[in-house]
């Protein structure tokens, strides 16, 4: 079956630093990933999206590779800070509508 | 800004009760989605409606239902509400993005739903 793994249930880092997050997945061919911020109480929001046949997507400070050989995802947060802090999804599309997500990791940047 | 809208942010009700939990989201999105989210398994789609009147199960259906009346409304009904069913509920509506070429959703708040 589908399977979609973030391997780390939480990161720390210190202000400043590049945090990087891990998405693999299984037993499947995307056509797209898609990266969301969840906040504590808070429904998960869209930060990004990369399509299959691209391997790099930015947006400000976030950066999103997309390896289909490696079946992974890396998202990357430079000159990280305190209120990057939150959890991150990443979910694969299953069809038109539906998304499968990741369970998610817990960021936190230190001061 | 879309905005997507639940009834209630905490909702705490007793094993049996029928319980509705209301979704309204203003940016006449086709689809809807219910799910629940549980510390350690992520977010896990219970139903799905590309339309009005519309519905799909999704990967937990079991011990819930849905309606859509109205396309900005999408209702999850607990049947007979039991206490795994204790859970944040996410609602979540999508549009297809032309300039992401792809389905983007948006979110809710979410209700934490409490059964005891």
């Known amino acids: 079956s589908q399977k979609i793994e973030q391997n780390s249930e939480a990161l720390n880092i210190q202000e400043g630093k590049t945090a990087t997050l891990t998405c693999n997945y299984t037993?499947?061919?995307?056509?797209?990933l898609q990266w969301y911020r969840q906040d504590p109480g808070r429904g998960p929001v869209f930060l990004l999206l990369?399509?299959?046949?691209?391997k790099e997507k930015r947006k400000e400070r976030l950066k999103v590779t997309f390896d289909t050989t490696l079946k992974q995802s890396l998202f990357h947060i430079t000159a990280s800070q305190p209120a990057d802090s939150a959890t991150y999804l990443c979910?694969?599309?299953?069809?038109?509508?539906?998304?499968?997500f990741g369970k998610g990791t817990l960021l936190t940047v230190n001061p | 800004d879309v905005k997507v809208t639940q009834s209630s942010r905490y909702l705490v009700k007793r094993t049996g009760e029928k319980v509705f939990l209301e979704c309204v989201q203003d940016?006449?999105?086709?689809?809807m989605f219910w799910y629940r989210q549980d510390p350690g398994l992520g977010l896990r789609l219970i139903y799905f409606?590309?339309?009005?009147?519309?519905?799909e199960k999704g990967d937990i259906p079991e011990g819930y239902s849905v309606s859509r009346e109205k396309k900005e409304r999408f209702s999850l009904i607990l049947e007979s509400a039991s206490t795994n069913q204790t859970s944040m509920y996410l609602c979540?509506?999508?549009?297809?993005?032309?300039?992401?070429?792809?389905?983007?959703?948006?979110f809710g708040p979410g209700t934490r739903l409490t059964v005891t």
């Open positions: 037993n499947y061919s995307p056509a797209y």
């Open positions: 979540a509506s999508s549009f297809f993005s032309v300039t992401s070429g792809t389905y983007e959703q948006y």
């Open positions: 979910a694969l599309d299953r069809s038109n509508y539906k998304l499968t």
């Open positions: 990369i399509r299959e046949n691209e």
């Open positions: 940016m006449d999105h086709e689809n």
């Open positions: 409606s590309y339309d009005v009147k519309m519905k």
